[in-house]
């Protein structure tokens, strides 16, 4: 068993570099177009982990305590998102194809089974039990802000509550991206196929490695373009205080899981590429973004690119401002959504 599970973090790493091409796993070419992505060993991107921590008040990033690094989800390298704005592409095509033709769409909506896995190391909240009533909650927020209730365009995504698995250990209860500990508790634990959403709930270690030192981690979640290599480890990493009615001011209202299923469904943050990178989101309805705001909840009026259309966006789901901030997405996220569940996660949505 130790044999297996010790070579298990180099056939993930591996497989990620075939799949995406990781920075960070194959010769680097040197081009200017690298990117700000992060490689396999250190997920959060050192563009972000610089400036991508929020919960202090102030405009200088470099000079204030830094305490929520918010996620460390891993986006794919420059390759894999040239895959995947073609694939992209293909899917739009086709799809505009089938209605000028007038074709029935197969399927337009889906209902998500979500499985949550308390892992706690002991009996109270501090230990990291959480209660049914946040987690029925939390289906609820899910629901809220998919079907377009809090502001944005309407997903055709919905979920419901599969099942609450509660697991006491001690071992399994902190995690961090890519450790042992992670993939031995995910294969144990994992529900269910493409299409259904497991969400882990513990203390994430936001080691100096994964965080920059700089903080509390709030979730990290596996791309939909990794699922066919890489299935035992699909779901959502949450941490437990970050479940709506949870005891982080600001982080407390659910929105923190409506940004880790973005996420689950194909979403890249809008700070990708920043300014200037060859590519940003993927997403041409979110204005470019410089960086992750750091300092200021709600900065409306934010314009970090100011040579480029828009001001920031700093309302949708996939930045980092404050939970009671971020309320929306856009049409444009909608669609890339609905292609990645089609194409990766088997819902066929067209
Ligand atoms: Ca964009
Ligand atoms: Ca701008
Ligand atoms: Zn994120």
């Not at 918010?70 to 095509?93: H, I, K, R, V, Y």
């Not at 973005?262 to 940003?280: E, I, K, R, Y």
């Amino acid at each position: 068993m130790k044999g297996k599970h010790s070579s298990g973090k180099l056939l993930f790493t591996l497989v990620l570099c075939a799949l995406v091409g990781l920075h960070g796993c194959a010769v680097d070419s040197g081009s200017e177009d690298e990117g700000p992505y992060p490689d396999f060993e250190n997920p959060v991107s050192e563009s972000s982990a610089s400036t991508g921590t929020i919960g202090t008040v102030s405009s200088v990033d470099e000079s204030f305590s830094r305490t929520i690094a918010f996620c460390a989800t891993e986006e794919p390298s420059n390759d894999g998102l040239a895959n995947l704005s073609m694939l992209f592409a293909d899917f739009q095509a086709e799809r505009s194809a089938a209605r000028s033709a007038a074709v029935t769409l197969a399927r337009t909506s889906a209902t998500i089974p979500v499985y949550f896995h308390v892992i706690s190391k002991g009996p109270t909240e501090e230990e990291g039990e959480v209660p049914d009533a946040p987690l029925i909650e939390q289906i609820e927020v899910l629901n809220s802000a998919y079907s377009g209730e809090t502001g944005g365009v309407a997903t055709p995504f919905r979920f419901t509550l599969a099942g609450i698995n509660r697991v006491r250990n001690a071992d399994w209860h902190v995690m961090s991206p890519g450790s042992e500990t992670e993939m031995q508790a995910k294969q144990e634990l994992k529900q269910g196929a493409a299409d259904t959403l497991n969400v882990y709930l513990v203390d994430i270690q936001a080691s100096g490695e994964v965080s920059g030192g700089r903080g509390t981690i709030l979730g990290y979640t596996t791309l939909p373009v990794f699922y066919p290599l890489l299935a035992q480890y699909d779901g959502v990493v949450l941490h437990y205080k970050a479940i709506v009615g949870g005891p982080l001011a600001h982080y407390d209202t659910g929105h923190v899981l409506v940004h880790e299923v973005g996420h689950w469904l194909g979403l890249l943050h809008t700070f990708s590429g920043q300014c200037d990178g060859f590519f940003d989101d993927l997403i041409s309805d979110t204005p470019r973004e410089k960086t992750p705001e750091s300092g200021n909840y709600c900065p409306v009026d934010r314009d970090s690119c100011p040579d480029l259309d828009g001001e920031d966006p700093v309302h949708n789901h996939m930045t980092y401002t404050a939970d009671e901030c971020r309320s929306e997405f856009t049409a444009g996220q909608v669609d890339f959504m609905v292609f990645n569940a089609s194409i990766f996660r088997s819902m066929q949505l067209y």
